[in-house]
């Protein structure tokens, strides 16, 4: 793995608005209504891959937050390889897979596709306590566990900067396949995938949640 200089975490978690609303809605995390997050074993168990996978993190203390938002099981990633910004605290699963995805999904296939190395993934933040908007309901989002990431940009070493907003649906054929790959592998990794396809609340990023749902748009 490359030798990067270690993320500074943020103090600030820029919030994305996502919004569940329009056409299916995602099946609900039962996590989100009282049921106990990861247990001990099974965070100590994903410190473990991560240390194997060479993905730098300090683990995070579990708290209860209020009003169903938690951060248990959490940690902060420090280097996953290439710089991520705007990383709060993640499910060490989400974490786990979130940093496969980049390493394993979008380097190669910007590399593949574009023609040029990946150097930043740029993201609106993790952890949120907040309900699901723009719907009559007061579910919690998937952020309000740290269960989720929201994907706005990719920047590249030629100089390129791929966004979700202004890329989707980009002219550029390369561009376009590149979005769908790694938004078809992503769709393989997360439980739900959310992108500019499911509603305008999400044109401008991708929802990537660990949820197990299987729901992908």
């Given at each position: 793995m490359p030798h990067v200089k270690r993320l500074v975490p943020l103090a600030a978690l820029l919030l994305s608005g996502c919004i569940f609303g329009g056409g299916h809605t995602p099946p609900t995390d039962q996590r989100r209504t009282g049921a106990p997050g990861p247990s001990a074993r099974q965070t100590q168990m994903c410190h473990a891959d991560l240390k194997r996978i060479g993905v730098a993190f300090n683990p995070l203390?579990?708290?209860?937050?209020?009003?169903?938002?938690?951060?248990?099981?959490?940690?902060?990633?420090?280097?996953?390889?290439?710089?991520?910004?705007?990383?709060?605290?993640?499910?060490?699963?989400?974490?786990?897979?979130?940093?496969?995805?980049?390493?394993?999904?979008?380097?190669?296939?910007?590399?593949?596709?574009?023609?040029?190395?990946?150097?930043?993934?740029?993201?609106?933040?993790?952890?949120?306590?907040?309900?699901?908007?723009?719907?009559?309901?007061?579910?919690?989002?998937g952020h309000a566990i740290a269960n989720a990431v929201d994907i706005s940009a990719f920047v590249l070493a030629d100089?390129?900067?791929?966004?979700?907003?202004?890329?989707?649906?980009?002219?550029?054929?390369q561009i376009r396949a590149f979005m769908r790959v790694i938004h078809s592998s992503a769709c393989k990794r997360f439980g739900t995938v959310l992108s500019p396809d499911y509603n305008s609340a999400h044109r401008n990023h991708f929802h990537l949640e660990d949820d197990g749902a299987h729901f992908c748009r």
């Open positions: 203390p579990n708290r209860d937050r209020g009003g169903g938002c938690s951060t248990i099981g959490t940690v902060q990633l420090l280097d996953i390889g290439v710089p991520v910004t705007n990383l709060g605290a993640m499910r060490c699963g989400l974490a786990r897979t979130f940093s496969g995805w980049a390493r394993n999904a979008v380097a190669p296939a910007a590399r593949q596709i574009l023609g040029s190395d990946l150097v930043k993934i740029e993201t609106f933040g993790t952890y949120a306590c907040r309900a699901v908007v723009g719907v009559a309901s007061n579910r919690l989002s100089g390129r900067r791929i966004s979700v907003l202004d890329d989707w649906s980009s002219p550029d054929p």
